[in-house]
């Protein structure tokens, strides 16, 4: 796992985020997070600049920068940190994500299509209008999601968990879901349509429940 550099402002305990030499290169050196960076707009808009300009990043920082209205089809992302962050109107497919954070980010309105995405979190995460349909979702962290009007359909879900995850009106049908983990998750509204519901995990003796599982193996 990468290992991100500490905010140099005395007391704040947040990541620093990334920096470039002259050359446009990612630089290992200490700096500021978004909140204490001196210029916070030229250093987003910096990170944003280089996004579009690479089709391979690691180790990238971009803790709570908002990243707005972009193409990310056929980026792949190591290793980065985009915990915080505000995704919207961002539209890709064939996007690959490994080792990365996402948690208590806000995605809306957003589309990654066909995306293989593994061993990454999205832990509190709030999806709204997102979708993730034909992806490779497996072996994440979608631990504490709140899933709003979103498609997971005709995905891998292998081994990802959602524990104490609440879907309404969220899609996961023609799903992969052998040992995905549903503790403690309330669901409305939610399609599981073809798929194998008898190989996900879920504890039905835990409380909070708002959907049933099983239901889906009657057409719901």
Known sequence: MFLFQKCQYPGCKASAI???????????????????????????????????????IVGLNMEGINIEDMDLSGKKFYG?????????AIHSSDLRCRMCMFDFSTITECTFLKSNIQFSSFSGVKLVHTIFTGSDL??????G???????F????????RFIKA???????SNCNLKKTAFYESAREGVSLKLSNTREALMDRSKGGMIGELGNARSGR
Do not use: W
């Open 153 to 160: 359909d005709d995905s891998d879900l292998y081994n990802s």
């Open 145 to 151: 999601i709140t899933a709003y009007q979103s498609s």
């Open 18 to 56: 990334s920096q470039f030499d002259a050359s446009g290169h990612l630089m290992e050196s200490c700096g500021f997070c978004l909140k204490h960076s001196p210029n916070p707009d030229e250093t987003a808009e910096s990170l944003k600049a280089y996004i579009r300009d690479h089709d391979k």
């Open 80 to 88: 980065c940190n985009f915990q915080h962050c505000t995704f919207n």
């Open 166 to 172: 609440i879907l309404i009106n969220t899609s996961m």
């Open 138 to 143: 497996i072996h994440n962290n979608f631990n």
